[in-house]
């Protein structure tokens, strides 16, 4: 009952804590659910999520819902995606609704 997956928990255990049978974090880092740090992913998610925020104060002082949705939305989609074509293109497609769906 002390081990879980082949993992020992150094409490149960006296003296040195025992080395895992299973290494989890090579498998984990190549999961494609991982942050995608590449230069493109973050400057988009930079660029949108200040879009968004400037959006979204603009919203709230002229109490208009439409604007403050979509700057939420522009600061939050670019977590959600590692695609950084995809982000551009929605990002490209959101601003231009900002500026169209006043």
């Known amino acids: 009952m002390?081990?879980?997956?082949?993992?020992?928990s150094p409490r149960l255990t006296s003296g040195q804590?025992?080395?895992s049978d299973i290494d989890l974090g090579p498998q984990i880092a190549r999961l494609s659910a991982m942050?995608?740090?590449s230069a493109a992913n973050l400057i988009g998610g930079f660029v949108f999520g200040s879009i968004g925020f400037v959006a979204f104060i603009?919203?709230?002082?002229?109490?208009?819902?439409r604007p403050m949705l979509l700057g939420i939305a522009f600061m939050v989609y670019p977590y959600f995606l590692s695609d950084d074509l995809l982000?551009?293109?929605?990002?490209t497609i959101?601003?231009?609704a900002l500026f169209f769906l006043r």
């Open 2 to 8: 002390n081990e879980f997956f082949g993992i020992v």
């Open 35 to 37: 942050l995608n740090l």
């Open 87 to 91: 982000m551009i293109a929605i990002g």
């Open 17 to 19: 804590p025992q080395v």
């Open 58 to 65: 603009y919203g709230k002082g002229m109490n208009l819902w």
């Open 94 to 96: 959101g601003t231009a």
